[in-house]
């Protein structure tokens, strides 16, 4: 492990949101389990998601804009040999963080599955797979899905450096981000055709996954084709979010 990529650790475990996240993850996850299908609960880990991205964006978020406004980015900066480095060493540790969040989510979810709503693990249950196979599914669905809110947030921070700001505009990705893409693939068929491939529709993946009648008529697009454009923005939305923190003034 980098020494950068150390310091990026050591600074994220010193943090009190980051212990305090998995409590609250598992208190709404407690909360959300009065839901009437215990099945489709145990498939979602208990609607997670949205928690574990609430919790990504807004740590996300801190991870540069408070650097930038104490200016502690530029001591980075200097210790660090590549530009890229202090960027990469980020978003890793926030991924890693990402990847604790989803492993603790399944966790409650056995837990929660073994004393509140007891469900078959074995019986099949969507795409004719056994229901723990579509949770395990369904969960690395959704560290794809949220990977993607992730570099969004970063896009975002290299661009603000006001904390409040990046968590409002990430948060608004999050919620909105159905509805624009609704609005967006509205339209002629050719058009339409080119509008299903936005970044917006991209974010409904895991929800597609749990409820695809529900929501292949919104995106257009199958499981498989959402799950590419959201590898293909991560992508092009880290690179564009390093190209700017590498040109950026400070």
């Not at 001591?75 to 492993?103: A, C, E, M, Q, W």
Request: aromatic fraction near 14%; charged fraction near 10%; hydrophobic fraction near 50%.
């Amino acid at each position: 492990m980098s020494k950068s990529l150390y310091r990026e650790f050591y600074k994220f475990g010193h943090k009190k949101l980051t212990w305090l996240a998995p409590l609250l993850l598992l208190v709404f996850m407690i909360l959300i389990s009065d839901y009437p299908s215990n099945r489709l609960l145990a498939m979602m880990t208990y609607d997670s998601t949205d928690a574990i991205m609430i919790i990504l964006v807004i740590v996300g978020a801190t991870m540069f804009s408070m650097e930038f406004q104490n200016n502690a980015i530029l001591t980075l900066l200097y210790k660090s040999p590549r530009t890229l480095s202090v960027y990469l060493d980020k978003f890793i540790t926030i991924f890693i963080y990402n990847l604790i969040l989803h492993g603790l989510a399944i966790i409650f979810t056995f837990i929660l599955a073994a004393t509140i709503n007891p469900v078959s693990w074995s019986a099949a249950y969507q795409y004719h797979q056994p229901l723990i196979v579509n949770m395990f599914l369904a969960t690395g669905v959704d560290i794809l899905a949220s990977t993607l809110i992730i570099s969004v947030v970063f896009l975002i921070s290299t661009l603000i450096n006001s904390n409040a700001v990046v968590v409002t505009a990430g948060l608004a990705v999050m919620f909105f981000g159905e509805a624009i893409s609704s609005d967006i693939t509205r339209g002629t068929s050719v058009l339409t055709s080119l509008a299903k491939w936005n970044p917006f529709n991209m974010t409904m993946l895991t929800h597609q996954y749990t409820n695809y009648a529900g929501y292949y008529d919104t995106t257009l697009l199958s499981n498989a084709q959402l799950a590419t454009g959201a590898l293909a923005y991560i992508l092009v939305f880290f690179a564009c979010g390093y190209l700017i923190f590498r040109k950026k003034r400070f």
